[in-house]
């Protein structure tokens, strides 16, 4: 960035959520936090030693800029004819700026990449893979893909003249967009715009406003003053019908000469390659995989549209399957540090953070969201190793606690917002399976338990006896409220109704089978569909592959004549819906059902970390085989370097090939009908066996100790 001589340097300031204003577009919530501003402290370095700075102060001067409309909901508005050449070159006269004004108040505390997350970046370009043309004008181009998507154009027309471009996750049956997905109740339309600054040939791209979509619309005018007064929201209910005639002077009009988009989210490098012999598990891992990039931002977002906040439940229910694809632990630290920021007074951690604006209820309390405040410092420390967060934040979440502690009556909670978005016979949304005091419930055991756990790894002692009494009280509670022992089912009997307890260690251990069966039998008598939704489907997952019953999850999660990820594909998503259905009236770009990822690797692949030795230092390899599946191929970048995993059979023969990074350990378990004829390296497997030593045989398994290196084990199964 530096150059020989002198150098300038200069600010180009968009709203964010700082400062959001309402406009005749499309508006999610309005808020400012005051006027905009910029901190800066330049350390320069001399080539003799000598060292200067260089900070922001009231001899900075300030212009309003080309962007005439930025707003991270409303879009971008750009007028290159505003545009100060050469303004932040040195030699420019900036004598007829206004003097930037110093905060006076108290300042802040510039704390830096310390809490900061990853980068924005654009990171790859996506092209027109089709072109729709209307008797307007328009035009709407398809990119293929639903993305967090920024556009790179190139426009000619006479100067003044404009282009409009307007961003759809979804297509009418004509061809024109449908923005139903993503203005949620026509709260206007959104997009980008651009009028020219000369008679040449300009390019352009966005500096701020970004959207996840699929498709847009090219409009051109030959001038803004062309522009419609009134734009519907070109949703199901105020659709854009094309005119019969362009409806600005085509020979004056702006015309798009090409057009590309630019996926852009955060720069966390990835972690993860999964592959299997079935290609529907890849597309489903695709479909997810674009749904967390397009959400990974500053914070992760719930949808990269209409809301583009960080709703905390997705932190922790989806905080171990996006771990395992991408290197996310600078933005789950950053994510720690804005809920610690955002804890009331009282201790309670708001629903989302930063909280922007204050939701009301139990949108603003709920357990199930406030629960990732424990559980995001627990899930780093066991893929990093890393104990900081719990040793940073042990006090507030206790804080956070004694405020639930407030909230209880008789040891429950019913301040959740129970299974959000589960399928049930109305509209996905409210939850219509599991009510809030059965999930808020169990997730205020479930923290009781962590807090001791916390406790007893930092050394307290006390406290985590005293928390491990609460979580048992809870526990009492909650069993002699929800259990049915004369039908072997919790609550309401649904699946994330028993799927919680079985994962959280709630079910005594007499009756854990007959809540296991309880929730098989409903997902078969589904036709093997989940009912579950937002906090109950992880669960689901993780009650069914902890006890060796992936089987059953590989048929729930390929079949494809009830909504689910399969079903999502066969409807065209190209990204994971907010609904299990894809219905229309929901995002179709959202991460929040996406954690059957973390099945993938965890059981699938058989990747696991041992929370032992935690950041994979010992890793544990333990897949489990589906009958239909032929092979799997699995890499997980930890720590200590990637443990990659590759199984496959042929027959009743089986192959499973393992590394280990240096200096760590593993615990890996070979299915086999008996253990007898495991072979490694060619080699049965004998006591001495160099680098692998025999431990057990546990289920169907044969379980070795090996050291870090690269191992093929063979064996006959089933």
Partial sequence: ???????????????????????????????????????????????????????????????????????????????????????????????????????????????????????????????????????????????????????????????????????????????????????????????????????????????????????????????????????????????????????????????????????????AAGTGRFESSNPLLNQIRDLVRWAQRSNMMSVLTDCPHREKLGWLEQYHLNGPAIRYEFDVARIFTKGMNDMADAQTDEGLIPNIAPEFTVFKGAFRAAAEWGASFLLVPWQQYEFNGDRALIETYYPAMKRYFSWLESRSRDDLLDEGLGDWFDLGPAKPGKAQNTPPIVTASAFFYYDAKLLSEAAALLGHADEAKAFAMRADQIKSSYNKK???????????????????????????????????????????????????????????????????????????????????????????????????????????????????????????????????????????IRPQLPADLDWVEACHDSVHGPVAVRWERVGRQLTLHVSIPANTTASIHVPSRDGSDVTEGGSPVGRNHAGVRYLRREGDCSVYAVESGSYVFASQWQ
């Fill in 1 to 267: 960035m530096l150059k020989p001589g002198v150098n300038a340097a200069g600010f180009l300031l968009g709203n964010g959520f700082y400062n959001l204003a309402h406009r005749d577009r499309f508006t999610k919530l309005t808020g400012s936090f005051g006027p905009l501003r910029a901190i800066l402290h330049l350390r320069l370095e001399y080539e003799d030693g000598a060292v200067g700075f260089v900070g922001t102060n009231s001899n900075w001067r300030t212009q309003s800029g080309p962007i005439t409309v930025g707003h991270i909901f409303a879009g971008e508005d750009y007028d290159a004819r505003l545009m100060p050449a050469g303004w932040a070159e040195p030699g420019f006269d900036d004598s007829k700026w206004r003097h930037a004004v110093e905060l006076l108040r108290p300042q802040g505390v510039l704390r830096g990449l310390s809490v900061a997350g990853e980068p924005l970046r654009v990171i790859e370009m996506h092209q027109p893979i089709d072109v729709k043309s209307f008797s307007d004008g328009t035009r709407v181009y398809d990119f293929g893909q639903n993305a967090s998507h920024m556009p790179r154009i190139r426009v000619n027309g006479p100067a003044g003249s404009v282009i409009r471009i307007t961003p759809s996750e979804v297509v009418n049956p004509d061809g024109t967009i449908n923005r139903n997905t993503m203005d949620k109740g026509n709260r206007g339309n959104a997009w980008w715009q651009y009028t020219k600054q000369s008679d040449r040939e300009e390019t352009w791209f966005p500096n701020f406003y970004y959207v996840g979509c699929r498709y847009v619309k090219a409009e051109g005018f030959a001038s803004e003053a062309d522009l419609p007064v009134k734009v519907p929201a070109e949703d199901s209910t105020f659709p854009s019908v094309p005119a019969d005639a362009p409806r600005s002077d085509p020979d004056r009009a702006a015309r798009l000469e090409s057009i590309e988009m630019a996926v852009v989210h955060a720069a």
């Fill in 482 to 620: 929800f259990f049915d022992p004369s039908r072997g089912v919790y609550a309401t009997g649904s699946q994330a109704a028993n799927a919680l307890p079985l994962v959280m260690g709630l079910v005594d251990p007499a009756q854990k089978s007959r809540v296991l069966d309880a929730l098989v039998r409903d997902i078969e008598q589904q036709g093997y569909a989940t009912t579950a939704g937002d906090v109950g489907f992880r669960f689901v997952l993780r009650a069914l592959a902890d006890n060796n019953r992936s089987d059953v999850v590989y048929r729930m999660v390929c079949q494809r004549e009830k909504p689910g990820y399969a079903y999502q594909l066969k409807q065209g998503a190209t990204s994971l819906t907010e609904a299990w259905d894809s219905n229309l009236d929901t995002s179709h770009n959202h991460f929040m059902l996406g954690q059957v990822t973390e099945w993938f690797y965890h059981d699938l692949a058989g990747i696991a970390f041992d929370r032992a030795a935690p950041g994979f230092k010992h890793a544990i």
